[in-house]
């Protein structure tokens, strides 16, 4: 038991004990969630860390299970996306048929490879081949489960330029996944 | 019968076609098998990207579990940065600093400090008589024969005769908390950089 002197804002036991839950609950599927998007291990912490603080300070979203952790993957998907323009990496506004360049899979994960089944380096393999910005449409529409219009709304472009990119990922991904099929 | 193409077959595997072109191929797609499959198939590819955000692999040197204590630990820390300096009546510097600190650099100045600090009062003067010497203790919490106890200058223990203390260097300490099982913490929010530092001193 503690008692803390005034004044303060700190939660009660109670209070603290369900932020607690709630972030074990929930830390890992916010963290592949923004390790999907920025792309790497150090920026996906901070973020997940940032995500869950603002998160917590909203006591009232946190009532209802199932709705405070959907809402807790927009708070993730907005905080990744803004870090994202903040760094300048990727406009999400834009099309165009340019690829990106492509993160080079075998630079992290030469020696991964070895220890983990293969269907599951390949998928992550098909992910990686996207650019951010089609990864990231995918993953809120597909994961998230987010409608095309919210994730328009997060990405701040229109429904038109969301749907082009859920439709160019969902279709690279597949024809990476044939391309497998094809080799075996 | 012309087919539906490729990127209306991966829209329309979720309902995510526009109106018209909606009805479109919903239509289409009761009398076409072929496109059925097609359909089918990037079905299955949604719950491949769902199993393979999922199944995140972290590179080889990198533990989860270590990863989620630590980051566990510091959203605690992080929380509790924010209401000290509600308490402070500062708006939190956190996530306005997020570039020029990281988290991990915000622990480990805290925990070089504590380090510092507590190097320096367990060989240095007075540490002794600061319990019964010092000004009014504004936290105190008797443990066996232990006494822990804060004030504005910071936190320290007292055991027959002998003590330590934790003593805030930066600014006064501005909030104190004290727990039954035997601890006392202060903490104190340097008013130039915002820095938190948290002193705390416990009976094991």
Same mark, same amino acid.
């Given at each position: 038991m503690s008692t803390s002197s005034v004044p303060n804002s700190s939660p009660s036991a109670a209070e603290r004990e369900l932020q607690d839950r709630f972030v074990r609950e929930n830390l890992r599927r916010v963290f592949a969630l923004i390790y999907r998007i920025v792309g790497n291990v150090a920026d996906a912490q901070d973020l997940t860390q940032d995500t869950f603080i603002k998160a917590l300070q909203r006591k009232d979203q946190l009532k209802d299970g199932d709705k405070s952790a959907q809402w807790l993957g927009r708070v993730a998907s907005n905080t990744a996306i803004d870090f994202l323009r903040r760094k300048a990496r990727v406009n999400f506004t834009e099309i165009d048929s340019l690829p990106e360049p492509l993160p080079d899979p075998s630079e992290r994960r030469a020696d991964e490879e070895m220890l983990r089944a293969e269907e599951a380096a390949y998928l992550d393999h098909c992910l990686e081949a996207l650019s951010v910005r089609e990864r990231t449409a995918l993953v809120l529409r597909d994961v998230e489960d987010l409608p095309a219009s919210e994730v328009a709304a997060i990405l701040g472009c229109s429904p038109a330029t969301v749907r082009s990119h859920i439709a160019n990922a969902r279709t690279k991904f597949r024809a990476i996944y044939e391309q497998r099929k094809e080799a075996q | 019968m012309k087919h539906l193409d490729e990127s209306q077959i991966a829209l329309a595997s979720r309902g995510d076609l526009s109106g018209f072109a909606n009805l479109r191929a919903r239509l289409h797609l009761t009398f076409c098998k072929t496109c059925?499959?097609?359909?089918?198939?990037?079905?299955?590819?949604?719950?491949?990207?769902?199993?393979?955000?999922a199944a995140f692999e972290l590179p080889r040197s990198m533990k989860w579990d270590e990863l989620e204590a630590e980051m566990f630990g510091n959203i605690r820390l992080g929380l509790e940065v924010e209401e000290i300096h509600r308490d402070a009546g500062q708006v939190s510097p956190v996530v306005v600093q997020h570039e020029a600190m990281s988290w991990r650099g915000l622990a480990a100045a805290g925990a070089m400090t504590a380090i510092v600090i507590t190097g320096w009062f367990l060989t240095g003067p007075?540490?002794?008589?600061?319990?019964?010497?010092?000004?009014?203790?504004?936290?105190?919490?008797?443990?066996?024969?232990? *006494?822990?106890?804060?004030?504005?200058?910071?936190?320290?223990?007292?055991?027959?005769?002998?003590?330590?203390?934790?003593?805030? *260097?930066?600014?006064?300490?501005?909030?104190?908390?004290?727990?039954l099982d035997g601890s006392v913490r202060a903490s104190a929010v340097d008013q130039d950089s915002g820095q938190v530092t948290v002193s705390q001193v416990y009976v094991e």
């Open positions: - | 059925r499959d097609r359909v089918a198939e990037y079905r299955q590819d949604q719950q491949r990207v769902k199993s393979a955000v007075g540490a002794q008589s600061y319990l019964r010497h010092g000004p009014s203790a504004i936290a105190q919490v008797r443990s066996g024969a232990v *006494v822990l106890r804060g004030d504005e200058h910071g936190v320290g223990l007292e055991n027959r005769g002998t003590g330590l203390m934790l003593r805030n *260097v930066s600014a006064p300490a501005g909030r104190f908390e004290v727990s």
